[in-house]
């Protein structure tokens, strides 16, 4: 499983502007940030939202496009094997409480239907590409609530 950030507008949170974009209908003339990245087209499993409202864009059992360029323990191409779930927020800013009390129920969940052995940060995957979820994501803090249920594993590797 892999952990990513995303804010659109940068840095804003709320607004439909990453439904929008993981939907593939987001309109490049609603904000100026939007043109620049109206080329994409990418998407995620899940995202959790600053409330800790959870959304999921694609089954588990299908490929979503959210590691891009990436590597772990020698294989390519994370996209084929992870599940990718975007919390919303920044590198720089806190996550809050419901955020990662649903990243927990959902991981340990997750873990119960899928042979996910690891967690691991964008910035895991993708070196020097990405920074995300960045420094201001507590890994400890989310290992802790893992632990707080049996048979759980912390920070590894994307599956």
């Not at 929008?20 to 959790?48: E, K, M």
């Not at 800790?52 to 496009?65: D, E």
């Amino acid at each position: 499983m892999v952990v990513h950030n995303i804010s659109l507008p940068p840095g804003q949170f709320g607004g439909a502007a990453i439904v929008a974009l993981f939907t593939n209908r987001l309109d490049p003339a609603a904000h100026p940030y939007f043109a620049t990245i109206r080329q994409l087209r990418v998407s995620a499993h899940f995202l959790i939202g600053r409330a800790g409202a959870l959304t999921q864009f694609v089954s588990c059992t299908r490929r979503a496009w959210h590691a891009g360029a990436s590597s772990w323990r020698g294989q390519e191409h994370c996209n084929d094997f992870s599940i990718g779930v975007e919390l919303e927020g920044t590198d720089a800013l806190p996550y809050e409480d419901a955020q990662y009390r649903v990243l927990a129920r959902l991981t340990r969940a997750l873990r119960r239907r899928y042979p996910i052995d690891d967690v691991a940060g964008h910035q895991d995957i993708a070196p020097g590409r990405k920074t995300d979820p960045g420094p201001a994501f507590d890994w400890a803090r989310f290992q802790r609530l893992l632990a707080a249920s049996p048979g759980s594993q912390s920070r590894g590797a994307p599956t």
